[in-house]
């Protein structure tokens, strides 16, 4: 039950001249927050209502990084948190980072579906004829078969190829379907949008955070789970067998994972390693198709250029995940990366650098099967 404070009003009265003066006080019961403060905490003045706090003042909900000391918003209105995107405050990296790396992945995305039919299509034939050349000479060297790729790319977009010969390479493509590329990209933009709201719109209340949270989770898993779907289905078009067999494994684990993360004990701060343990060994149980392409493939460029963005994705996602579990920098120092240089902000930073190398790899994947098609050898 809430206690009250008794305040005291004294008001003067006067009555004919300036001599006959009486005053009167006045008491009146005003209930007592749980602050201390003669307010019930939610009629406080916009003056303190959404002033940024200190770690130890929120809801428990809240803390999930006591080594960040200062600069929250907690329990703020929609509106409020929406606007604070454009404020400072020690979640303002975390939001813009995925947001802006969303609309990076849209355009890429638009990109994709406007230039990659034809463009790469007929680049691709010159790709892999230059670095199946070259790669007689360097034994498949994957750093000179990148050059080769490039200036190959260069050199179609400058025009100095003969136009009968782009023509060939197009009449020659068959295409494969796009619709595991574009999960895949449609899977990177559910994480970073998700993630953005998340750390924009958590602060509201309990159950936003709950609800954001789970969305926030489900957008990781999505993006683990749609990097594999280029990897797979373009790498064994030929073998439905695996095909089918790897796209079912990672499926059904993401969606296991997902269900996972609807129980309210795995947001708990004290389970921080089990989360990152459980994303990681979704991301690492994509080593076995991988390995798998290179008994097969590992004499052709292509296989062993899509495993080189493959394994520096693998990089980059890993350490994202040691960043996240163990809190540094912020560790060392609590307090002097509040706003800009915490885990979760590295963590960002890291998840977007692998998704845009997958991307690059699906590109490859994309050239490789327009050419070739269903073939083994």
């Known amino acids: 039950m809430a206690s009250t404070v008794t305040l005291e009003k004294t008001t003067t009265i006067r009555s004919g001249g300036d001599d006959d003066v009486a005053s009167l006080t006045m008491r009146s019961p005003l209930p007592k927050g749980k602050d201390g403060s003669g307010s019930d905490g ?51 990296i975390n939001v813009w980072t995925h947001l802006i790396g969303f609309f990076v992945f849209l355009a890429l995305t638009v990109c994709a579906a406007t230039m990659v039919p034809m463009e790469y299509e007929a680049s691709s034939h010159i790709v892999v004829k230059t670095t199946g050349m070259m790669s007689n000479h360097t034994g498949g060297n994957p750093l000179v078969l990148i050059d080769g790729a490039v200036m190959a790319m260069q050199a179609l977009r400058n025009a100095s190829v003969q136009p009968e010969l782009a023509s060939a390479a197009l009449s020659s493509a068959h295409r494969v379907a796009r619709w595991p590329f574009y999960a895949y990209l449609c899977g990177a933009m559910f994480c970073l949008l998700m993630s953005s709201a998340c750390h924009l719109l958590a602060c509201h209340s309990e159950h936003a955070s709950y609800v954001l949270l789970r969305l926030d ?56 390693w089990a989360r990152a343990a459980l994303f990681a060994c979704m991301g690492a149980s ?20 899509t495993t080189g963005y493959e394994m520096a994705m693998g ?63």
């Open 286 to 305: 994509g080593l076995v198709p991988i390995v798998h392409k290179m008994l097969v493939f590992g004499n052709r460029p292509e296989a062993v250029l």
């Open 217 to 272: 989770y489900a957008g990781i898993t999505g993006l683990i789970v749609t990097s594999f779907y280029p990897l797979v289905y373009y790498t064994f078009l030929c073998d439905p067998f695996y095909q089918s067999l790897y796209l079912g494994f990672i499926t059904v684990f993401g969606a296991a994972a997902v269900v996972v993360s609807m129980l309210p004990v795995f947001e708990a701060p004290q389970l921080r």
């Open 42 to 92: 939610k009629g406080r003045c916009c003056g303190h209502k959404y002033e940024l706090v200190s770690y130890d003042a929120l809801p428990e909900f809240l803390k999930h990084n006591e080594f960040v000391v200062d600069y929250y918003r907690s329990e703020w209105p929609i509106k409020e948190a929406l606007l604070s995107a454009f404020s400072i405050h020690n979640e303002t």
């Open 315 to 377: 990089a980059f996602y890993l350490a994202g995940v040691v960043v996240y579990a163990t809190r540094v920098p912020e560790r060392w120092m609590p307090g002097r990366f509040d706003l800009a240089g915490h885990s979760h902000q590295l963590f960002h930073t890291l998840v977007i650098a692998g998704a845009y190398t997958h991307y690059l790899a699906g590109l490859v994947y994309l050239s490789w099967r327009d050419m070739e098609g269903c073939s083994c050898n």
